[in-house]
């Protein structure tokens, strides 16, 4: 079966301060991965995803995301934060025979200024 | 259209009134999901139509919901005998093709209250 754990229901940063939102995967065989980003009144938007291609994947907003096979780890990052980043973050994974996506249980990201 | 739409935005209930749920995927897009969101909980997988056939319903919770679509456009979920554990936030993606690397786009969902 496939799950995704997220650490951390709610973590705050200061404004400039790396970000780090950790997620990992269970999954017999290495999965897809996503991260999703949920602003306030608005629907999920892809920030990246990992196909099994390179395992450094970059995405929009200057976030990056390495997936470590031997960790079973897929931890979002960006080096600085800004006060724009403040939303719901999701990971997901879905493998790559199937449509379905499990998704973790969300990491609310605040940035003080 | 520019990207997925979901109505209403916003539907309260009675506990055992029937509701629907409509979304309206990218134009093209072959593929349509259906995730619900209770509060506090991640993404739950419900349905998903490649076309207007539904090769997974293995998400649906109960056989009180069910979904259709017409063609490669419209869907609707509808919730019978709604009950307050009904209570949640719907969500609807589509993408281009049923592959797992294609990217689901996400409508800003439906929120239902179920008094």
């Known amino acids: 079966a496939q799950s995704v754990t997220q650490l951390g229901s709610h973590v705050s940063v200061s404004e400039g301060a790396l970000v780090l939102l950790r997620c990992n995967y269970s999954?017999?065989?290495?999965?897809?991965l996503f991260w999703y980003v949920q602003y306030p009144n608005q629907g999920l938007q892809l920030l990246l995803k990992?196909?099994?291609?390179?395992?450094l994947v970059k995405g929009i907003n200057g976030f990056e995301a390495e997936f470590k096979k031997s960790e079973t780890s897929f931890h979002l990052t960006k080096p600085s934060a800004h006060m724009s980043d403040a939303a719901e973050y999701f990971c997901?994974?879905?493998?790559?025979?199937?449509?379905?996506?499990?998704f973790g249980t969300g990491t609310s990201l605040t940035v003080i200024p | 259209g520019a990207g997925v739409s979901q109505s209403p935005s916003n539907k309260v209930t009675e506990k055992g009134k029937d509701v629907e749920l409509r979304c309206d995927p990218i134009?093209?897009?072959?593929?349509l999901y259906w995730y619900r969101q209770r509060l506090g909980q991640g993404l739950e997988f419900l349905i998903y139509?490649?076309?207007?056939?539904?090769?997974?319903k293995s998400g649906l919770p109960s056989d009180r919901f069910s979904a259709e679509r017409t063609g490669e456009s419209v869907s609707t979920l509808t919730i019978q005998r709604t009950q307050q554990e009904d209570s949640a936030v719907y969500l609807c993606?589509?993408?281009?093709?049923?592959?797992?690397?294609?990217?689901?786009?996400f409508g800003p969902g439906t929120r239902l209250t179920v008094l």
């Open positions: 134009s093209g897009h072959t593929a």
């Open positions: 993606a589509s993408s281009l093709v049923p592959l797992a690397t294609d990217t689901q786009y």
């Open positions: 139509f490649q076309g207007n056939s539904a090769p997974d």
């Open positions: 997901a994974v879905i493998m790559n025979t199937g449509n379905q996506f499990y």
């Open positions: 999954s017999s065989v290495p999965p897809y």
């Open positions: 990992y196909t099994s291609a390179a395992t």
